[in-house]
């Protein structure tokens, strides 16, 4: 026969003590109303005393939580690369990706945070090009510095997707969209992801600020007059950023004037330390010796990324 340690209760490991406290109950005179009362009490407490006594059972990690697990395996940038901003702080940085203005609609893969980063040879031939044209009242502004490759597999990933045509009225008015890769317009390698090649334009100074996009508002081609297009503080190049149009083509013979007197000042002072234009984007260059011609990283971008700059990133942000 199975041994009772009380009436109806097994013998429990876990509640050693509980058969001789429901014995002791058992006192003669009292109502049984009374010792129901005090037993049920007893089981109570033994059973609270057995919780508090258990491990915690570990919770569920939020979703903060486990973005920053990820970080901490996130690949790093090898230590030639650098924050643009600590070798020339007064280039104007309007990182397009990180946000949704952009030929997307969306936020880019790999773009965590408004940061241009590049090797530390292209941003120092930056900071030389910038000093030249301080001196003229004007000032560069990159769109985009480095790229992850998982950003370009973004960018075919849209591509491929001929259903996804949000901004095209503003960023691909004349491309149907099936030609994006036979245009050249997308690929699946970009220079950008090598580290030496940035996106740039120039700025009147003193620079007044653009004003942020609003998602839903009416999009104007990007090759209408500047007055109609986004309003964007800098100079009138002929077109926007990342204008899938020939009229982007550095030396198309239908942009005349002042128009193309400042891509051909852009594209002088940007040769002249050593950069090298894209003949079909007046905005894009790529620094001549560059120091991984043929690696294409996949860091993300964020100050995280970049190797002991976390802390001059957090003394840099109370300025």
């Not at 880019?108 to 900071?127: F, H, N, S």
């Not at 002042?258 to 620094?287: C, I, M, S």
Request: proline share 9%.
């Amino acid at each position: 026969m199975t041994r009772r340690s009380g009436p109806g209760f097994p013998r429990s490991t876990a509640f050693p003590r509980l058969p001789r406290l429901l014995r002791s109950l058992r006192f003669r005179g009292a109502p049984s109303h009374r010792r129901t009362a005090v037993a049920a009490a007893v089981v109570s407490a033994a059973l609270l005393a057995t919780v508090a006594a258990a491990p915690p059972v570990p919770a569920v990690p939020g979703p903060q939580v486990r973005a920053e697990r990820s970080a901490r395996h996130e690949p790093r940038a090898p230590e030639q690369f650098v924050a643009l901003r600590t070798v020339a702080p007064t280039i104007i940085q309007e990182m397009r990706y990180t946000t949704v203005h952009n030929f997307t609609g969306v936020r880019v893969d790999g773009y965590r945070q408004p940061v241009c980063i590049l090797t530390r040879p292209a941003a120092q031939a930056l900071a030389r090009a910038q000093r030249a044209l301080l001196r003229r009242g004007l000032s560069l502004k990159v769109y985009d510095c480095y790229r992850p490759q998982r950003a370009v597999d973004h960018f075919v990933r849209w591509a491929e997707d001929l259903d996804d045509e949000g901004m095209k009225a503003e960023f691909y008015p004349r491309v149907d969209k099936s030609r994006l890769f036979a245009d050249g317009y997308i690929a699946a390698k970009s220079g950008h992801s090598r580290g030496s090649t940035v996106d740039a334009t120039l700025v009147e100074l003193p620079a007044l600020p653009t004003r942020p996009y609003v998602p839903g508002e009416p999009l104007v081609p990007c090759y209408a007059p500047r007055s109609e297009r986004f309003p964007d503080n800098s100079v009138d190049m002929g077109t926007g950023f990342d204008c899938f149009d020939t009229l982007s083509h550095t030396a198309d013979p239908r942009i005349t004037g002042g128009q193309r007197a400042r891509r051909t000042l852009l594209k002088a002072v940007l040769e002249r330390e050593g950069f090298v234009n894209l003949p079909e984007e007046w905005w894009h260059f790529t620094y001549r010796q560059e120091p991984f011609p043929d690696t294409y990283f996949d860091f993300p971008v964020a100050w995280r990324s970049l190797r002991g700059l976390v802390v001059e990133h957090a003394r840099m942000a109370h300025f």
